[in-house]
């Protein structure tokens, strides 16, 4: 992965510097909440975007934004 645009060069190595000092058990805190967080930005966006969407509907397109129309569409077919 590339250095964000909005992230100088320095700052950036800064960040992966101090990731990379991280404890094991911690990065993978990490990276399990920032995933948490993504998926919570998402959620957020569909129901922005379809107020009235039932519970399903919105796993549907979670699944379809995660994994990809075609995935998404044999998982519902399973």
Do not use: C, Y
Not at 64 to 76: P, S, V
């Amino acid at each position: 992965m590339g250095r964000p645009r909005d992230t100088t060069a320095d700052a950036h190595r800064r960040l992966i510097d101090a990731l990379r000092a991280l404890p094991p058990a911690e990065r993978l805190r990490l990276a399990a909440a920032m995933s948490a967080e993504v998926r919570s930005l998402a959620v957020a966006g569909i129901h922005h975007r379809h107020p009235n969407a039932s519970q399903r509907d919105v796993e549907a397109e979670l699944a379809e934004i995660f994994i990809g129309r075609e995935l998404a569409k044999a998982r519902r077919a399973d």
